[in-house]
């Protein structure tokens, strides 16, 4: 087999901050129960989650009953009734923060929608994902996100379930930053240092399940979307274009094929547009070379 490893990096460096996540267990894996229960129910009142609390209905704590959008554990905002989870977090007054999650929904009752209220500061916004055609076995998740602006030194943020069954909207990998593009120089001490975003010279697909996709790599939580990505052969074909494409887990840009079939080893040109949670867009072009 022939391997080639990465050994230069193109490296970007943004000049915003990132930041230390300012939510605790926002992707619910704190908790005191044992692991290969399926699903939990948690009523009101219960300390099962750390940090969260249930201060309406129940909520059900899931693990292998449906995989996670990361980690072992989400959660159904409906238990045997609609739920209400809220969590405290420390803010400084007049300062803005970017919030985001990952949004399912459970598919085995009910309508087509599962929806969700969500407030935090001067934001309440509804949230919806549509689950037809999805399953427990194929959950599809959605990255969600908004802003607030902080009114006191404690903000409450909160997930309220809107429906009314057994089967509500599923949560993850909940994350707040604050974004430090719109803090006064006073508050820029909330912020913490900057994060970098690293592309591949080089990469081989050759199925060994090391860096065999052309992805985004390093830090990229302070990415909201890819606007645009395009790619050329040498002979100035475009052969790849991913357009307004949200950053979830998956931070991959090319695999080495064109309409299903595999390209030859050689350079390849591209241009990289991605927006910051700031609403800041950067560009990047370079060349990435493909070794087979």
Sequence with gaps: MNRVFISLLSLITLVIPSNAQ???NGGFESNTLSQNRGFTVIKKGRKTLKHWKVVKGEIDLVDNYWS?????YSIDLNGYSSGTITQNIRTVPGATYYVSFQLSGNPECGDSIRSLMVSAGNHQSEYGINILGTSRHALQWRKQSFRFTAIDSFTTLTFSSLEENNCGAILDDIKVLVDCACLTCDHRDSCFDGFSVHLPSQFSPDGDGLDDVFSISGNPDGIL??????????????LVKLENQDVVSDLSLWDGTHNGTEQNSGAYSFTLELQLINGQTITRTGIVHLLR
Excluded: D, H, P
């Design 225 to 238: 979307r890819i606007v645009e990505f395009t790619l050329f052969n040498s002979w100035g074909v475009q």
């Design 68 to 72: 996670a959008f990361s980690g072992g």
């Design 22 to 24: 300012i939510i605790k």
